[in-house]
Every structure is written in structure tokens, then in C-alpha cells.
């Protein structure tokens, strides 16, 4: 089975590599959307938090502040 919740940046933080400096660090943030389209996990008002720290500038670019994120769960084999 898989669940799908609806999550939105809510911050983007930018910060200096240690060894390279054309080497590209952000930690993004994000929280659950309420309402529609998070019914699969949260009836009322979704409540977490999604933290990562990329270092891959393609990814970084993939993601606005206030943008909104469908994330997929599903067990790994």
C-alpha cells in the first residue's frame, strides 16, 4: 500500500560548503498542506514536518519556497 500527502516549502536555506565552494548545500524544509488532498493520512489537520540537507545543485533547483509536494510512501523491498 501507499500513502500519498500533500507537503509545501516552507523554508530553503542556502548554506557555505565546507571544502569546495562551487559545491552547492541547502537544507529544505516543508510542512503538511491541510485540507484537500491529504485525506489518505490526515482527515482533519495533517501535522509533521520533512527536513533534508541536498547537495545536488539540479535538485536544490527543483524545489520553490511556497511550492507544494506530493510525497509518496511506500515500503522498500
Do not use: C
Amino acid at each position: 500500500m501507499k500513502v500519498q500527502a500533500k507537503f509545501w516549502v516552507s523554508q530553503i536555506n542556502h548554506q557555505a560548503p565546507r571544502s569546495n565552494e562551487n559545491d552547492s548545500v541547502a537544507t529544505v524544509e516543508m510542512q503538511p498542506v491541510y485540507g484537500e488532498g491529504n485525506e489518505d493520512w490526515s482527515k482533519f489537520t495533517p501535522s509533521g514536518k520533512l527536513e533534508m540537507t541536498i547537495t545536488n545543485p539540479a535538485a536544490i533547483d527543483q524545489f520553490e519556497l511556497g511550492g507544494e509536494y506530493l510525497l509518496t510512501f511506500e515500503r522498500a523491498e
